[in-house]
């Protein structure tokens, strides 16, 4: 037992300290001019910390400090565009001294006000990025574990010539859709099946996706003039892209992506960071 915690700290330590040197060994890269926004406005409601998701703790850090972590450890930006509560002190500090440790070279960090929804988040970030930028790729700064290399993945297809990409997993439950029940039904119970989804065609879609700068704008600039409903249906960004009729190609993501959103999901990256698993993790 004592043999056991030893170790599982020492992999949390290392793991912590990897990614660390990672950001003061950052180097120009040489993909196009590649920008990343994280979005970090949201306000954390159904993780119920009483504080904005990103600041919360995670392994003795922040939330967003994992995920900014991550984003320099894979090289893949020119530029982070991180998008934060308006009104908030707190995260711009915690960013302006992770910026102080990245060496000349490294990708220049900017902070924009978030909007009252992710997607007006991303907006904000889309208006703040550098001329000459290229490629982006959109992360949720609640998906802090991310490993690297899935970063390296959307940009790599990116470079291969795709407008839009997302990192995605098989879905392990068999997935149906429901409607509510009504008549003499709804007494036995409120939804009924309506159908099976052929569960090898369905993918659960993570971040970062990553577009072709010009279509992610465009795809924004259409999506600012739909009505309350159709943007609560808004989900992600390559849905907007989808619907200008541009392919989306689908790369694999990784178990560690997942979105720290509720009190269980952040016991499972604890888990992560802390549990026997250790440095295989990172390999994504
Ligand atoms: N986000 C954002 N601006 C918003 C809403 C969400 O930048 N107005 C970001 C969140 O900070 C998060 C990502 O979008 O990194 C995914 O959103 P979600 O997991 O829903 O986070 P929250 O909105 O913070 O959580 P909740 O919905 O439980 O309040
Ligand atoms: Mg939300």
Redesign the pocket.
Known sequence: MVRKRRRVSFCHKSLLMARSTLVTMSIPSKRAVTAVI??????????GYGM???QVPLGGETILMH?LRGVVASDVARQICV???RGDTTLRELIADFTVDLVDGGPEVTVVD?????A???RAALAALEDGTEFVLVH????ALTPERVFQRVADALSSGAKAVIPAMPVVDTIKTVAETDGPDASIAPEVVTGTAPREQLRAVQTPQGFELATLRRAHQAAGLFDDKQAAAVTDDAMLVELLGVPVHAVRGASQSL???TPLDLIIAEGLLEGPLGIRWVEG
């Open positions: 994280v979005v970090a406005a949201g306000s954390g409601e159904r993780l904005p998701k990103a995920a998008a934060v509560p978030g909007g009252s929804s992710r007006d988040s991303v949720d700064a609640a998906r979105k720290i959103t």
